[in-house]
């Protein structure tokens, strides 16, 4: 049998995948590759690729794609890896740089500017701005050391009173449906324990991966997570 090709994100949001994905026999199903959120997004659009955990905000970009598991890189509020960084605040800033390892969150606050505090900034995609977006293990202890900090799944939920998800696991075409259950029962491992990949990430004063893993992120794509995707990609559509 064919391998399936997979994309997962590389930073440590995704351990607990990973991890269940390495202790269950579909691991000897798969072909896996490890890049950040944008470049997977890539690889499942262009076909290098049949699966990934992609950011919601490239779902528009692909003709046809399959949401297969019960799983996201989500959280219910503050997530802790996902921020506009500032020296001034929200209000005055008139230019954001965006991350080139995103796809959602760059879109995110690109909505949350527009809608939410209704600001009319200039994007870049690099060079000097008043404000940047960063996401994923950059982010890590830096939030004590910029003046204005913004954490866009608290703003999400303040703006809608929904929680986030930031990435799915998605298929450019149908798969078999027993390598979905097995996959999905692969994901369940890992996230229904975060805390079992704690010994393999390197210890950082600043950051509390305890909390950040099983607080701070929330990996169940629920009912209220499928309304917050459809409700962020309506307004995406809006942005030009
Ligand atoms: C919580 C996070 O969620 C992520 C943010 C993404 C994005 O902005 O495109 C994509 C995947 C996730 O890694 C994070 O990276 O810190």
């Known amino acids: 049998?064919?391998?399936v090709k997979i994309s997962a994100v590389?930073?440590?949001?995704?351990?607990?995948f990973l991890y269940g994905i390495r202790n269950s026999s579909i691991v000897d199903q798969i072909d896996l590759s490890v890049d950040y959120p944008s470049a997977c997004a890539q690889k499942v659009i262009s076909g290098e690729v049949d699966l990934g955990i992609i950011p919601v905000g490239a779902l528009l970009d692909l003709p046809a794609y399959y949401i297969i598991t019960d799983y996201c890189i989500?959280?219910?509020g503050a997530v802790d890896s996902v921020f506009i960084f500032s020296e001034k605040p929200i209000g005055e800033?008139?230019?954001?740089?965006?991350?080139?390892?995103?796809?959602s969150s760059n879109a995110l606050a690109r909505v949350l500017l527009k809608y939410h505090w209704k600001q009319d900034v200039q994007i870049v995609t690099e060079g000097e701005?008043?404000?940047y977006v960063l996401i994923g293990d950059r982010t890590f202890g830096k939030k004590d050391t910029v003046p204005y900090v913004y954490d866009l799944g608290y703003y999400w939920k303040e703006f809608t009173g929904l929680p986030f998800a930031f990435a799915v696991w998605v298929a450019n075409k149908p798969?078999?449906?027993?390598?979905?259950?097995d996959f999905n029962a692969a994901l369940k491992i890992g996230v229904s324990n975060p805390r079992v990949v704690l010994p393999e990430i390197p210890a950082n004063p600043k950051f509390d991966f305890?909390?950040?893993l099983t607080s701070s992120l929330d990996y169940q794509l629920t009912?209220?997570?499928r309304q917050a995707i459809d409700k962020f990609l309506s307004l995406v559509k809006t942005l030009d």
């Open 1 to 3: 049998m064919n391998k």
């Open 10 to 16: 590389s930073y440590t949001n995704t351990f607990p």
């Open 74 to 76: 989500g959280t219910l």
């Open 93 to 103: 800033i008139k230019s954001l740089r965006l991350d080139h390892q995103s796809r």
């Open 129 to 131: 701005a008043d404000a």
């Open 175 to 181: 798969l078999d449906p027993t390598f979905i259950a």
């Open 210 to 212: 305890d909390y950040y």
């Open 223 to 225: 009912t209220a997570k």
